[in-house]
């Protein structure tokens, strides 16, 4: 029997690409660790040249998720930050970047620091208002710049949860001429496929649902077109120094492959909990795009397949001080940054992001896992009350 032209994502993810070693039979591929690759007789290249440029295990895991994210091509970097800052690197000063006012604040301070020693012109826009991101783009336009603008959004922000719709940006920044790159870390394309939702890029802080066991560094972008733009990237990621490291893009690939049962759960569990504690006499609100209640439900329901994500926040009633202490008392909960591994997080975000941060004091971020969701409600209602 031959295996079908077009699997389902799933089938891709489980079987690793389906690959099988021509010579072994190995269902695994091995980890290429060689730094340096030869030259045939007349010294041209024989596949590879020098693993700062790229590698055999890195391909092997670029064209997976080439695939999974109906992309032309996708470049693996040593860590989400790293692919952001090589994206960013291909601009040019007088170039415009457009993004939420709230986002992770790694990528808004990398923006912050190019728009202050670079002269890129960055504007922010309130991602709960309807228009904002339109207007950003019609003030950018009448700066007069003849730059190139680049909108840079996360379906969900993070850690408030508002909804962004790809296909509403995806439309405002092309008649704007301007390019659409997604930060879809929270939102693994086993639930969202930017690109298919007019996406030019599509992110992923792969130590993250990716990979999903906090065992591993990694970024990627995928992108729509091997144009100028993708060359200049991959040229930004040589220099830079930015590729993943063999036994990384190992890891990933092996955390891959469960992705989407992983998701799965954890888009269940993330579900229980916040139906659980939408009402709770000791919170203010849940941020969840799942319920019903939440401003931004009709367009994830739209945009999400398969569930609504396993982030949530919860407002704490009472200050900052409360709020930590909520995080402290969990048993189940580990207090740590991250999110989309296995294990459930909580994190108080404005005390990680620093004096700085836009987020409300008394907000704290989970990262719900793969865990029975009776146990992870019991843990939180201990540590509220």
Known sequence: MTPPDDPALDTLLARGGDYIDPETGAIVPPIHTSTTYARDRNYDPIGYLYARNSHPTAQQVEEVLASIEGARAALLF?????????????????????????????????????????????RFFDATESGALVGALESSADAGSKGQTAVWIEPLVNPTWDVIDIRAAARAAKSAGAILAVDATVTPPVGLRALDAGADFVFHSATKYLAGHSDVTAGVIAGRDDDERWQDLLLARTLMGGVIGPFEAW???????????????????????????????????????????????????????????????????????????????????????????????????????????????????????????????????????
């Open 251 to 385: 890891l990933l690939l092996r955390g891959m492959r469960t992705l989407h049962l992983r998701y799965a759960r954890q888009c269940e569990n993330a579900m229980a909990i916040a139906q659980h504690f939408k009402a709770h006499p000791r919170l203010e609100r849940v941020l969840y795009p799942g319920l019903a209640e939440h401003p931004g439900h009709a367009i994830a329901k739209e945009q999400m397949k398969g569930g609504f994500g396993g982030m949530l926040s919860l407002l704490v009633r009472g200050d900052a001080l409360a709020a930590q202490r909520v995080a402290t008392r969990t048993s189940l909960f580990v207090p740590a940054t991250s999110l989309g591994g296995v294990e459930s997080l909580i994190e108080h975000r404005a005390s990680v992001e620093g004096p700085q941060s836009l987020v409300p004091g008394n907000l704290l971020r989970l990262s719900v896992g793969i865990e029975r969701a009776e146990d992870l409600i019991a843990d939180l209602e201990r540590a509220l009350t």
């Open 78 to 122: 040593a860590s989400g930050l790293a692919g952001v800052s090589a994206f960013f690197e291909t601009l040019r000063a007088g170039d415009r970047v457009i993004a939420p006012r709230i986002m992770y604040y790694g990528a808004a301070k990398w923006l912050q620091r190019l728009a202050e020693r670079r002269g890129i012109d960055l």
